[in-house]
Every structure is written in C-alpha cells, then in structure tokens.
C-alpha cells in the first residue's frame, strides 16, 4: 500500500510539473508577445521575473489572488512558419489557470488589434501540380465569341440527289 500511494504521488508530481497550455493564432510574434507583456505587468500587475524578446519568452509570478503569493508562471511565443504558437505554463497550478490565462491573453489581442491578421494564399507559381491554363474557355458564360461566323463559301456543300 505504501509503494502504490509513493506512485500515485510521484505521477501526480510529475504530470503536473509537464502540465502546459498551447494555442496558435495568425498575429505576428511581436503583436502577441507585446501584448503578453503589457497583460501581465499593466493590466494584472504580476512581476516580470524574466524576459527576452528574441526568444520569446517571459517569466513570470502568477497570483491566483489579490495578496497572495505568486507561483512561477511562463509564456512562450513561438514563431512558426506561417502562425504563431503561444505555449502558457503554471506547473503547480491545474491547467485551467493556464487556459484562463491564454483565453484572456487573446482576447486582448483581438481588442487590441482586432482579428488576426489572414492567412497568405499559396502562391500557384508554388506549385507544381497546378494547371496553367491560360487559353479562354469556350464553355465561359457571357464571354464574347472571337470566332468568326461562317460565310455561305465556308459553309460545307450539300449534294441534292433526284430520283
């Protein structure tokens, strides 16, 4: 009984410490780490610990109250190839304060900034197995007709046959 309740505490342990949150959005890195930023130290006053732009990160101390100690806390920004990945992280907290705090970090950025930004259209150029069809189309409604009509001349020969 005492090896299983170790086990149960161990696992528990180390789920959590791995316990993290992650979202991508279309905002560009420097929109949602800016707005990281000014979410944690303006608009909730938790202190800064750490952080670094180039690389994305900040530390940070989580209070779940007014007064209350603060727990370490981490947001990533990860700039991807054509998205953005915002990894949030309170190890000895349960994942619903990480999903609270990513919630309303990006609600902030759409009040900040509205919508993200779209997504780019691929380039056709891009791509290899796109046909290039650049001749008119004749099936194409309301098109004009280049053609030129026939002529009685042009027009195939009819044979009249008697009895």
């Given at each position: 009984?005492?090896?299983?309740?170790?086990?149960?505490?161990?696992?528990?342990?180390?789920?959590?410490?791995?316990?993290?949150?992650?979202?991508?959005?279309?905002?560009?890195?420097?929109?949602?780490?800016?707005?990281?930023?000014?979410?944690?130290?303006?608009?909730?006053?938790?202190?800064?610990?750490?952080?670094?732009?180039?690389?994305?990160?900040?530390?940070?101390?989580?209070?779940?109250s007014?007064g209350?100690?603060?727990?370490?806390?981490?947001?990533?920004?990860?700039?991807?190839?054509?998205?953005?990945?915002?990894?949030?992280?309170?190890?000895?907290?349960?994942?619903?304060?990480?999903?609270?705090?990513?919630?309303?970090?990006?609600?902030?950025?759409?009040?900040?900034?509205?919508?993200?930004?779209?997504?780019?259209?691929?380039?056709?150029?891009?791509?290899?197995?796109?046909?290039?069809?650049?001749?008119?189309?004749?099936?194409?409604?309301?098109?004009?007709?280049?053609?030129?009509?026939?002529?009685?001349?042009?027009?195939?020969?009819?044979?009249?046959?008697?009895e």
């Open positions: 009984m005492r090896f299983s309740s170790f086990a149960v505490f161990f696992l528990t342990c180390t789920l959590t410490a791995q316990a993290r949150v992650e979202q991508t959005c279309d905002y560009t890195k420097g929109q949602v780490f800016n707005t990281a930023l000014r979410f944690i130290r303006v608009d909730n006053g938790y202190p800064v610990e750490e952080k670094d732009e180039a690389s994305g990160y900040l530390l940070f101390g989580y209070r779940k007014a209350a100690e603060t727990t370490p806390a981490s947001f990533e920004v990860i700039e991807q190839e054509d998205e953005v990945q915002v990894v949030v992280r309170i190890p000895e907290l349960p994942e619903e304060y990480e999903r609270l705090l990513t919630r309303r970090l990006f609600d902030k950025l759409r009040a900040d900034y509205g919508e993200p930004r779209p997504k780019k259209p691929k380039d056709p150029e891009a791509e290899p197995d796109a046909p290039k069809d650049d001749a008119p189309k004749d099936d194409a409604p309301n098109a004009p007709d280049n053609r030129e009509a026939p002529t009685r001349d042009d027009a195939p020969s009819a044979k009249v046959i008697s």
